[in-house]
């Protein structure tokens, strides 16, 4: 067992978690994210591209944990549970159209006597599929099912003191991986090599904090391809004069990502993009100082629009998203959304990536600020520079 | 628009799926899985984190892209689709609890007047949620809903000549992203600057061909944690003498994947280690001698198990399963899996990772060949030595 939390600050989580479920009249929640798998028990494994999962009951202490046979080992060797409390399935369960892991946790559920409950299911989430939820129906038709989706993120929401530092780290992390792929976008240099580079400083680290592997893989297109929000680099295109090249990228500390964007020109930058740039870097600037406890989502979305108006650029995409602990594809939280109707109010320990991205049709522009909201205001993780960088 | 294949080569596939829709009874088919959609238009972005997919009707010519609207202009630049058959869906449609994106799905079906029929949906796949099937039902009660799980990965299982020679160019930085592994081990080396090399390696890739992201991260356990099937390296542990190391590695080009397991031990392995090596090695040799058109995945397995039968050597999971194209969290193709039960004929074409992976209490054994069906047998992807790396 490897923790790199106390254990108690996992029970508080567990805490909170019963707690929410307790007033949304849910009995066992059903966790197949791997992210609220790893906050709730420390598990922490590339084994999510098998069905798995927690159960948690109100009247249960632990959570169980449920994953293919061979994952077991794992889950011992990663979690705070009980061995009692790892419940793998026989490899056949593993794609198989003729057996479905949802049957083996409905035998769980069946042995635990909780088969007529209130249960909740992560109902939009990547891990928990159409056929999961038809399954659990088939084998539970005296159950009540309810949608959870993203009740433990929103948990997951307001970060510890523990989560912040990490967050911190993997700032630092971000810092260097940023610098790195300024450095590598040079005229005649393949846009793998510069990617290569990004990803090693990704996961090396510095030489104070090691490094992990990122939720979102670095998104670095260049040219035509920065119209588009989320496309990578092009292998075998070599970097030339009057090249535009966004960086989404982020460090990672322990699955806690620190994201950041910034845009580099080859050249002198024209001056369509040099006029975005412009109101882009006031408009973070502005929204930053309006952020703190209190006020809303939506609020702080009007006051960027407030900002920008009157220029030239338009954002109809949202303005930004809680970020934090997490694994492919996303390092996003699927809760607060910086947009209008979102009145999720700030509170301190929220983790906020500021993401202002502007894609036109034939080009993009990328500056971006992740920020803590704390007791008076809110502060960014880094101090990188906002502006364009030239080579 | 750069694609990777002829167009003509991307009609073809979906000619054979509109035959495999026309087979099982199906009209209509959603695509959810980001590796078929590429598959049958090119498509290639990290946008799959939010709900995005393709419309199939077996009488409309092309399949109708549909994603979040900052994706649209990378649909138009990936794709061979016309811009009309690209629709975007408004940025409030993202995660947001009142709108789901499949109503808007419903309401291009309605559009075309396929709302009464027989639908398709990827109902066991990761990107095809819970919440997607039920809003669905929801829009569009008249609809029958069909299981299509696999429908289109069962066409990817015969690689065409051009995505052989991308899976063999994967192959050569495979064997580039192998060696770099081996050598980075080193005892006072951190875990993390390891891992750091195989990304460099994995992305660079050779002189000849450059690399890609992987669909699934580097998996280098150390000691302990090798008796676990999907745990990472360690970021901040040294290598030290006596520590056994297993690397499940990949290449990519464009998106095809060559994968490869071996394993290093710092020293002299100990005996119950080498004992386990030479059975699953020998195992091995077996197999693949056994492999060729027209033989079964169970028989392959039960020939493994014939080969190992006597020795000390338990497998209780599947011995291997197809490969190819893919995104994460799994470059498997999730349809013919090497385990009895499994009827699937050998056909020419078919790429099938060997890998008899064993995984004990306290430490575990990988030795893995990806292996093509040629007409007359089969053939390895790579002619990396069979054996315990040591340093």
Not at 150 to 173: C, H
Not at 266 to 291: M, N, Q, R, S
Not at 358 to 368: M, N, T
């Amino acid at each position: 067992m490897a923790l790199i939390f106390e254990v108690s600050e996992y029970q508080e989580r567990l805490r909170k978690v019963k707690e929410s479920m307790l007033r949304k009249g849910i009995q066992v929640l059903i966790v197949s994210d791997p992210a609220n798998m790893n906050y709730l028990t420390g598990y922490d494994g590339w084994s999510f591209y098998v069905h798995q999962g927690l159960v948690i009951a109100l009247d249960y202490d632990e959570p169980i944990w449920w994953g293919r046979g061979m994952d077991a080992n794992g889950a011992k060797l990663t979690t705070w549970l009980k061995h009692d409390n790892i419940r793998p399935y026989a490899d056949d369960y593993v794609q198989n159209v003729f057996k479905h892991p949802m049957s083996f946790v409905a035998d769980i559920l069946r042995e635990m006597g909780w088969e007529k409950r209130h249960i909740g299911v992560e109902k939009d989430n990547y891990w928990f599929t159409g056929q999961c939820l038809d399954v659990l129906r088939e084998e539970l038709p005296q159950a009540k099912f309810h949608n959870a989706t993203s009740l433990v993120n929103w948990i997951r929401t307001i970060k510890s003191p523990a989560e912040i530092k990490y967050i911190k780290e993997a700032a630092k992390v971000c810092e260097h991986v940023m610098k790195t792929a300024i450095d590598s976008i040079e005229v005649g240099r393949l846009e793998s090599e510069a990617a290569a580079n990004v990803y090693h400083a990704m996961i090396k680290g510095t030489d104070e904090f090691t490094g992990d592997h990122p939720a979102i893989f670095p998104i670095m297109p260049s040219n035509e391809r920065t119209s588009a929000a989320h496309l990578g680099w092009k292998p075998d295109r070599k970097y030339a004069p009057g090249d535009i090249v966004l960086l989404e990228l982020c460090g990672v500390r322990f699955r806690y990502h620190c994201p950041l964007s910034r845009t580099v020109y080859i050249g002198d930058p024209p001056k369509e993009l040099k006029e975005i740039a412009d109101v882009v870097i006031d408009g973070i600037a502005k929204t930053l100082d309006f952020i703190k406890p209190g006020v809303t989502a939506e609020e702080i979305e009007a006051k960027w629009r407030e900002a920008i108006s009157g220029s030239r650029v338009v954002k109809p995409s949202r303005l930004g998203y809680a970020f934090g602990l997490n694994y492919v594809p996303d390092w996003g939280e699927h809760t607060v959304s910086l947009r209008p109707g979102d009145k999720t109010i700030m509170k301190p320990g929220m983790t906020i990536h500021l993401m202002p991205g502007i894609w036109l049709d034939e080009f993009g522009f990328e500056c971006s600020e992740p920020f803590l909201v704390t007791e008076k205001g809110c502060e960014t993780f880094l101090n990188f520079p906002r502006k364009i960088f030239t080579k």
